[in-house]
């Protein structure tokens, strides 16, 4: 697994989003999310709260969208980032 930097509560949020999916792709989820934050910040990057946000809306499928950014929303610092 991806190593990063977690910067704010970039982390919580990454966690929350995987605990709002569905017990059977919570796996799938993880590994998703994972490669997204890879690609958007490389290996050992800096993650913010919203590369978080961009590969929740950039991996997710459309039906669960609405759901994980509605999970992680108490966890942001910022939520206006939800608005991006």
Do not use: C
Not at 46 to 69: C, D, M, N, Y
């Amino acid at each position: 697994m991806a190593e990063f930097n977690w910067t704010e509560n970039s982390q919580a949020v990454f966690e929350a989003a995987i605990k709002s999916a569905p017990m059977p792709f919570r796996s799938v989820t993880k590994k998703s999310f994972t490669k997204g934050l890879t690609k958007e910040v490389g290996e050992g990057g800096e993650v913010r709260e919203e590369h978080v946000v961009k590969v929740i809306k950039a991996t997710s499928p459309a039906p669960f969208v609405g759901q994980g950014l509605k999970a992680i929303e108490p966890h942001l610092t910022d939520p206006s980032i939800l608005d991006n």
